[in-house]
């Protein structure tokens, strides 16, 4: 497609949904090669040869891998994710996941700006030792943010994600009194700015640590220049969930009214796009954020308070946005909020109803893509959290063709009643490796 074109295709996605927001910006992507088809549990497939295996030996590995890639003409966009596909011990599924990660890194040239591994605890050293041995030189010792979730299916090991960059700065760390909190990377006329597994198990009970890792983020942000306004996402990483969501919620409002991003115009939206889950970070903190930022002349943030068949959640009391549009180094990324069975009046719509929950949110998640101009084909990550491993079933058996880069895992949702929640990133363009 001509450069023109293009840019007149960005222009009209973005202008078709402004209405719902309040800013806008623009990206141009490019075409690569079609993705590859799914396996029956509804989880990408990807190559089933053993990372360093000799070409033809038939050696089959136990993960499934998915890459995408965002380019423009100075920079691309790399997502990765990595699952597993069979029963194997947590060593060597993270061997074979890092490996796999590490491969792709180095063959597109591309250094992680964020990474996440899903793990349960026991497996966490295990994860921990494979990546170090995999990523060798190209660890620039920032950490992935680590993430407890009970055992699935297939192990120990849940699955792992990576977004990574190639441009003509690589990430540099972003730093906060010494300690490292995330990455920035410089990209033409602004910087992309993501914090990563942000945690305070010294400053008290839950609710001082939820205020003490939002401080956090808002230092960190302040060392680049930026500030909370420039915030587009944010994951909220709360152990025992259901234990004090409510007084989370409280304190996420507090922070945000003082940082002014909620005031008296409710037409006025400056809150980021959000996902907390009942997933509890590793090392004992009550709760952990991360979040991507841009900061710059060219970089936009386009918040939609309501989309797809739901309204906002700040009327419910839950203060962020359904989904964000950011300008990112290859682009432009669309960001899906949670997303779980909540109906406009804010009530959690079926109860008690696994296969309509899952049917309902997996409804919701797909109509905000397509207000923002996004369908199956440009998703290039997304988490799957169910309740209990019945519902997780139910979802894999219901969309067996979902053709996603995934990953899935055993989590509380917000409500004793919700049993199922989705988030799903994704670039309008984008194709598979």
């Not at 029956?40 to 136990?62: D, K, N």
């Not at 290859?330 to 079926?350: C, F, H, L, M, Q």
């Not at 797909?366 to 990550?381: F, N, P, S, T, W």
Request: aromatic share 6%; with cysteine.
């Amino acid at each position: 497609m001509p450069e023109n074109m293009r840019r007149a295709a960005d222009d009209h996605a973005f202008a078709t949904a402004r209405k719902h927001g309040i800013q806008a910006s623009a990206g141009i992507v490019r075409h690569f090669p079609p993705r590859d088809a799914f396996n029956e549990q509804g989880q990408g497939a990807g190559c089933r040869v053993r990372p360093g295996a000799p070409a033809g030996s038939g050696e089959e590995q136990a993960i499934l891998i998915r890459t995408s890639v965002l380019e423009s003409k100075g920079a691309a966009e790399l997502f990765i994710t990595a699952v597993p596909d069979r029963p194997r011990p947590a060593a060597e599924q993270a061997a074979e996941m890092f490996e796999a990660a590490r491969q792709a890194l180095e063959a597109h040239g591309a250094r992680i700006i964020q990474e996440r591994v899903f793990a349960a605890q026991g497996a966490h050293a295990a994860a921990m030792a494979a990546r170090s041995r995999a990523y060798g030189a190209i660890d620039d010792g920032v950490p992935p943010v680590l993430l407890s979730v009970p055992e699935c299916r297939f192990g120990q090991i849940s699955g792992i994600q990576v977004h990574a960059v190639r441009s003509a700065s690589a990430p540099a760390a972003l730093k906060d009194g010494g300690a490292v909190r995330g990455r920035a990377v410089a990209a033409e006329g602004f910087q992309y700015l993501a914090l990563s597994g942000l945690t305070a198990p010294g400053a008290g009970g839950r609710d001082a640590q939820a205020r003490a890792i939002f401080e956090m983020g808002e230092r960190a942000l302040r060392q680049a220049g930026a500030t909370m306004h420039q915030v587009a996402r944010t994951w909220l990483w709360l152990g025992d969930i259901l234990a004090w969501y409510d007084e989370f919620n409280r304190v996420r409002n507090r922070f945000f009214t003082s940082c002014g991003l909620i005031d008296n115009d409710p037409s006025v939206t400056r809150m980021p796009a959000s996902t907390g889950i009942g997933v509890r970070p590793a090392g004992g903190a009550a709760c952990a954020l991360d979040a991507v930022a841009v900061l710059g002349p060219k970089g936009r943030i386009e918040y939609f308070r309501e989309a797809g068949n739901q309204r906002s959640p700040y009327h419910y009391g839950s203060a962020f946005s359904r989904a964000a549009r950011a300008t990112t180094p290859a682009g432009a990324t669309v960001y899906v909020s949670g997303t779980a069975a909540i109906d406009e009046a804010g009530k959690t719509n079926p109860v008690g109803d696994v296969r309509g929950q899952v049917g309902v949110t997996m409804a919701n998640v797909r109509a905000a893509l397509r207000d923002l101009g996004c369908g199956d084909a440009e998703v290039v990550q997304a988490f799957m959290y169910s309740k209990t491993p019945e519902v997780q079933e139910a979802f894999h058996r219901d969309f067996a063709g979902l053709e996603w880069p995934c990953v899935s895992v055993i989590a509380d949702v917000c409500r004793d009643d919700l049993l199922f929640e989705v988030e799903a990133t994704a670039c309008p363009g984008v194709r598979q490796m």
